[in-house]
């Protein structure tokens, strides 16, 4: 089952992506920044990839990923200013999100205050909920998509650039190709195996509450 969804996941990005270009990008980026689970860390890479084929310029591949993250981010601002704290915890669980991640992003957005949306869009997890309190909080659209852009275009350039770098590598040094190969299959298992446990324990933590 889990290898199912895997294999899904996999070809839609990819399929998005190459098939929609710098908009696929976009599209993919604004679902992870509505907190839709769809990882930058899988969308990016990938189109850093087919900037090194030549299908992509990495600075528009990375300015692309940042509009949309704009774009979805406007989600969960309106969910956060129209609805608030019950309405996420009412219907993120469908999409695996519950009160520790709304928790996290609300206190960091406290501490920060407006400036937090900048800083969150570096960091793995609060990047993809901090729109939610600055809805609550009802910030400035201006700053708020300003500081979200400035925030999310240096985050999408360092994963393209991750995955730009190593499809250079991929087809210009054998040894890579070579050790991959060898590696196929535990890399295979270990993937499935993180992608079961998050899923279990996200479900075992939404249940728990």
């Known amino acids: 089952m889990v290898e199912k969804i895997l294999g899904i996941l996999a070809t839609f990005t990819i399929w998005v992506i190459s098939s929609g270009g710098y908009l696929g990008i976009a599209v993919l980026m604004?679902?992870?920044s509505a907190c839709i689970p769809l990882p930058s860390e899988i969308i990016m890479p990938f189109a850093g990839y087919l900037v090194s084929?030549?299908?992509f310029d990495l600075y528009l591949a990375a300015t692309a990923g940042a509009i949309g993250c704009n774009l979805g981010s406007i989600v969960a601002y309106e969910v956060g200013k129209h609805g608030g704290r019950p309405l996420a915890l009412r219907w993120g669980k469908y999409v695996l999100?519950?009160?520790g991640e709304i928790d996290a992003a609300d206190r960091f957005f406290a501490r920060y205050g407006?400036?937090?949306v900048l800083i969150g869009r570096l960091l793995p997890v609060i990047r993809s909920f901090i729109a939610f309190?600055?809805?609550v909080a009802r910030m400035k659209l201006v700053p708020f998509h300003v500081y979200t852009f400035i925030g999310s275009w240096p985050w999408c350039f360092g994963l393209a650039w991750v995955g730009m770098t190593l499809g250079e590598?991929?087809?210009s040094d054998p040894r890579m190709k070579a050790a991959f190969h060898s590696a196929d299959a535990l890399i295979g298992v270990v993937l499935v195996g993180l992608v079961a446990f998050y899923i279990w324990h996200r479900v075992r933590g939404l249940k728990q509450r």
């Open 30 to 32: 604004a679902i992870e």
């Open 114 to 116: 407006s400036i937090a």
């Open 133 to 135: 309190p600055a809805g």
């Open 97 to 99: 999100i519950g009160p």
């Open 169 to 171: 590598k991929w087809d």
């Open 53 to 55: 084929t030549g299908r």
